[in-house]
């Protein structure tokens, strides 16, 4: 069930925490790739995601699925492919990707329960 509310400023805060840390559990706290991905000093990506993509090139197969996972867990913007991920990925990178999507579901089910909260009083 999608909240069609507007989000709150506590809830807004909570999906970019739940992003970055599902984020950081796909790379399984790799500093590197979240280094590639993230600006140093702030909580958003470092370059566009066409050019995080375009950079991506140089990356192993398997850094470059993450990548991609990480994008689209972002911002929708990765273009990754389960059959990429489920056929190019060790069992402990495909652990973790399914460890970052239970984060992800997690906290959406908690930010859209909270809203339906707020506005039911």
């Not at 970019?16 to 796909?26: F, K, T």
Request: net charge neutral.
């Amino acid at each position: 069930m999608t909240s069609h509310l507007p989000a709150t400023p506590k809830a807004s805060s909570l999906t970019l925490d739940n992003r970055i840390s599902s984020i950081q559990i796909l790379f399984r706290h790799d500093e590197r790739l979240c280094r590639f991905l993230f600006h140093h000093q702030e909580r958003r990506l470092r370059a566009t995601s066409t050019e995080i993509l375009e950079e991506a090139r140089g990356l192993t197969r398997e850094d470059r699925i993450l990548v991609q996972v990480g994008l689209d867990f972002w911002s929708g913007s990765g273009a990754a492919r389960i059959p990429a991920v489920v056929g190019h990925l060790d069992d402990q990178r495909v652990m973790a990707f399914l460890r970052a999507v239970l984060r992800l579901r997690e906290m959406d089910l908690y930010v859209t329960l909270t809203e339906e909260a707020l506005y039911c009083d």
